[in-house]
């Protein structure tokens, strides 16, 4: 059962210290944010520091100022130091997709928070039930042992304490305890898959056997120590096929070959090769060739296997493709890249973009690369489509100009958009997609 002596031990157990931590807690004024603060309350003269934040986005009228008013008024009666953010019409409003947008917004929020308030983890209120909804989502999308193993109670400098308790036990606990809290009527839709999930499937499932969720935590805890067992054993393969590790990993390509192809996939996806139907040129390329992911280059020195940190000194060559993303981790609904830090500073890209993907319409892996003879596009914003020639020409974009220029394109060598100049609008992110590719990159002058 859910309780502030529970919680502790949970936390513990996710940081593995006992010095003190400094968290910031995300509120929305929801039940399981509301006993989620609630409890640290309980616990902030025990080593367990905090500050809350929240987000009214002004979006439900005045439903999103008593969602404020809830949260603000525990943090004043408390003595709780809270960081409001008012949505204003000085924001970039919603594009394609509000809940990205919602997203996007709130987690920039947070991270000033914490870099102005020196808070080393944020806290989210994610529980049992969400770990179900985000189980079906990545079974529909073959995501693998990780997508299937939930969401992690601790990455990224994020802390899930509440993921092993249910949406029961928390409204029971909130009641227990008095602790006020707001519904949020507009999960009642089923406009969004998640919505659909939790509204229309899991309360079927949930009829099916009276311990359905306590059986589901098992699963959930089964599946992580097998994925956990199956990582053990694939480092110590790793470890007996290396030849070196500093200044750069170096694999034998011979004993690796040998392998089986579940091995194989497991340890070239560590450097970010795991596109299975591009794993067996790496073994049957010749010698020289060079493979690259967004932080490795691979190079094939006769039977070794080369691993290089990539970095920003790397010559851009004109024939070069960059391999940006070998694949999308289903088991999160969001994944992040910024251009300069994945692939290092690229002289010719200095004007902003940010382009939001539907992250279910793309074939990975997804590589920069140069103009190609007849290349044409579906350009966002336009209606039908366009060679690149004659947008370049539209754009007044200088010959010169133009072999500096780099293309998005997928697996089937598909334009996805001209950086930073346009977007593919096929490919675009909008209010039903669930999960995101967002990519970007940041103007020098803004830097």
């Known amino acids: 059962m859910l309780n502030p002596s529970g919680l502790k031990k949970q936390l513990d157990y996710l940081i593995h210290l006992s010095e003190r931590r400094s968290y910031l807690i995300a509120v929305s004024g929801g039940a399981d944010s509301m006993v989620l603060v609630w409890l640290f309350n309980e616990l902030k003269d025990v080593g367990y520091p905090f500050q809350v934040a929240h987000v009214n986005y002004g979006l439900r009228g005045s439903d999103s100022d008593l969602d404020q008013k809830v949260a603000e008024d525990f943090c004043k009666k408390n003595n709780i130091k809270f960081h409001l953010y008012q949505v204003s019409e000085k924001d970039r409003k919603p594009g394609n997709s509000i809940q990205f947008w919602a997203r996007e917004l709130r987690y920039r929020f947070f991270r000033e928070i914490q870099e102005k308030e020196h808070l080393e983890f944020l806290v989210t209120a994610h529980h049992l039930n969400d770990q179900l909804e985000t189980f079906i989502i990545n079974l529909s999308k073959a995501a693998g042992i990780n997508g299937l193993s939930g969401i992690p109670a601790n ?88 030849i070196a590790d500093r200044p750069h990993t170096i694999l034998s390509r011979e004993k690796l070959a040998q392998e089986s192809d579940f091995a194989k996939f497991e340890i ?45 000194d790397e010559e851009q060559n004109q024939d070069e493709e960059i391999v940006l993303i070998e694949n999308f981790d289903f088991s999160e609904n969001q994944i992040i890249i910024n251009l300069e830090s994945n692939i290092g500073s690229i002289e010719e890209i200095n004007k902003t973009f940010e382009w939001c993907f539907d992250a279910g319409k793309l074939r990975f892996p997804l590589r920069l690369r140069r103009q190609q003879d007849g290349d044409e596009f579906f350009p966002y914003g336009f209606s039908g489509k366009k060679k690149v020639s004659k947008f370049f020409r539209d754009e007044k974009i200088s010959i010169l100009a133009r072999r500096k220029i780099w293309i998005l394109a997928d697996r089937e060598n598909s334009i996805l958009g001209i950086i930073p100049y346009r977007q593919d609008r096929r490919y675009a992110g909008d209010e039903k997609t669930n999960n995101i590719l967002r990519i970007f990159n940041k103007s020098k002058n803004e830097i």
Request: charged share 30%.
């Open 155 to 242: 990455s990224n400098g994020i802390l899930r304490p509440l993921l092993n308790f249910t949406k029961e036990e928390i409204y029971c606990f909130a009641r227990e305890n008095n602790i006020a809290y707001r519904e949020d009527l507009s999960n009642q839709k089923n406009d969004y898959l998640r919505n659909r999930i939790r509204n229309c499937i899991v309360p079927e499932l949930l009829e099916t056997n009276d311990h359905f969720l306590e059986n589901f935590r098992k699963s959930l805890s089964y599946l992580n120590q097998t994925r956990d067992f199956v990582q053990e054993k694939i480092q110590e393969t790793e470890n007996r096929i290396s």
């Open 268 to 312: 070239l996806k560590k450097y970010g090769f795991n596109q299975e139907n591009e794993i067996p040129k790496i073994f049957n390329t010749e010698n020289g060739s060079s493979f690259f992911s967004a932080d490795y280059r691979l190079i094939i020195n006769r039977e070794e296997l080369i691993f290089k940190k990539r970095t920003g």
